[in-house]
């Protein structure tokens, strides 16, 4: 047997630049993939990449309580206005005043099953304020009496006023506002 000899001692020089360390297998498996390292193309016809996980599942029924409320104040006044300045009740006013009543309880509430019939009660009230400030509107350009001093202080006359404008049709337009109002919640859960 032979000995093996230390190798002479060479002179100290300038360091030179180390070629980058190869990256070494993850927890000692050779066929893992290393850190940086392009993936294999797929093979052909099976799709790859991840599958996106679904949308979360909303069920707050307070925000979407809250949303349908202030969906329904901002239409009736909208819808109220509309009547004001045209002095007529327009039917697809109403089926807006219920299509975002519903919108806002079911985009913001969910598939809870409390807020069709919430949005179909709101709606009803929604399109009954919108009628009363619509007549408040009318009232105040044929009489002396400002829409605020109509619509506050002389309510009980603006109700009789809206009793004796109302005709059937004044309750299809409360029907089809509840009708979208609860379908549209229903149908705009996510």
Not at 27 to 44: I, R
Not at 53 to 74: E, I, K, Q, S, T
Not at 126 to 132: A, E, K, T
């Amino acid at each position: 047997m032979s000995q093996s000899a230390p190798p002479p001692a060479q002179p100290p020089t300038e360091p030179q630049a180390q070629p980058p360390a190869q990256p070494q297998p993850v927890d000692g498996n050779p066929y893992a993939q290393q850190p940086g390292a392009v993936p294999p193309p797929p093979a052909p016809g099976v799709p790859y990449g991840a599958v996106p996980a679904p949308a979360p599942v909303r069920n707050n029924l307070g925000l979407g309580l809250l949303a349908a409320f202030v969906a329904a104040v901002v239409a009736g006044g909208v819808y109220g206005a509309i009547i004001g300045l045209t002095k007529h009740e327009i039917g697809w006013a109403a089926v807006g005043v219920g299509f975002l009543v519903g919108l806002a309880a079911g985009r913001l509430g969910g598939r809870n099953p409390v807020l069709p019939v919430a949005s179909a009660v709101l709606s009803l009230g929604s399109v009954y304020v919108g009628q009363l400030v619509g007549e408040a509107m009318i009232g105040a350009k044929e009489t002396s009496l400002s829409f605020s001093e109509l619509f506050f202080q002389h309510f009980d006359v603006l109700q009789e006023a809206w009793k004796a404008d109302a005709d059937p049709l004044t309750f299809v337009f409360f029907a089809i506002a509840a009708y979208v109002a609860f379908t549209g919640a229903r149908k705009a859960a996510l």
